[in-house]
């Protein structure tokens, strides 16, 4: 098993450039999360799904969009990217509460994409 | 006012050292305590959780909850070279162990 997965590990983009980062899981999770951390603020929640067509905002949603058309994918777009971007993000993914105890279902991470906004 | 306060380090002890790495949150509201482990370069992954306040133990790791004080401790005994990584103590919002809320985590060094 490969666990979550994110691509690219390392990203460098202009002011003003989109991208999308891509994050892909392969345990048959309902619920995936995008988060992002940063120096001295701890690891925020962006954007979360609790299955395929369904999307809702965590803590920082701004500048950023998530759609989520297949249960095993959830890409994280920035529309026009700003040094306020800089961050880690990291992708996580577990079972959903409607379908077992959440209480024994963590969230398990992916590795992260380094994002710098020149 | 940060939800969850969490002292960033590094603490830095020898080997064999009990370490306690602590976490102050200000929402009464939480009723489960997690403490998640981060090595450099990689994703968090959960060390162990605690629901309302006690301890609950795990090979040398130990959870102590405080919720008349709001205040939540890890401790680990016989501490390892391997134990080295950043500790972050997060709650989850509501029901389920999904929306979290994360102390800044502290970085812990344990030199041989």
């Known amino acids: 098993n490969a666990g979550v997965t994110q691509t690219p590990k390392f990203q460098v983009l202009k002011t003003g450039q989109s991208m999308t980062l891509q994050c892909a899981q392969d345990m048959n999770h309902e619920y995936m999360s995008w988060y992002r951390q940063d120096p001295g603020m701890g690891l925020r929640l962006i954007h979360y799904s609790v299955g395929a067509g369904i999307t809702d905002q965590g803590e920082v949603p701004n500048g950023y969009n998530v759609s989520r058309s297949t249960t095993e994918d959830f890409p994280l777009r920035l529309l026009s990217a700003a040094p306020s971007q800089t961050s880690v993000y990291f992708c996580a993914s577990s079972y959903s509460y409607a379908r077992k105890s959440s209480y024994n279902s963590p969230l398990h991470f992916g590795n992260g994409t380094r994002l710098t906004v020149t | 006012q940060k939800e969850v306060e969490q002292d960033p380090g590094p603490l830095s002890v020898p080997e064999g050292a009990i370490v306690s790495l602590n976490c102050t949150y200000s929402n009464s509201a939480f009723q489960y305590f997690m403490w998640y482990r981060q090595y450099s370069r990689k994703g968090p992954e959960l060390l162990m959780y605690t629901y309302s306040s006690g301890n609950k133990e795990d090979g040398r790791f130990t959870a102590q909850v405080d919720k008349s004080s709001k205040y939540i401790s890890l401790f680990i005994r016989d501490s390892q070279p391997s134990d080295s990584a950043t500790y972050l103590c997060?709650?989850?919002?509501?029901?389920?162990?999904?929306?979290?809320?994360f102390g800044t985590g502290t970085r812990l060094l344990v030199s041989p």
């Open positions: 997060a709650m989850p919002r509501d029901t389920g162990f999904q929306k979290l809320v």
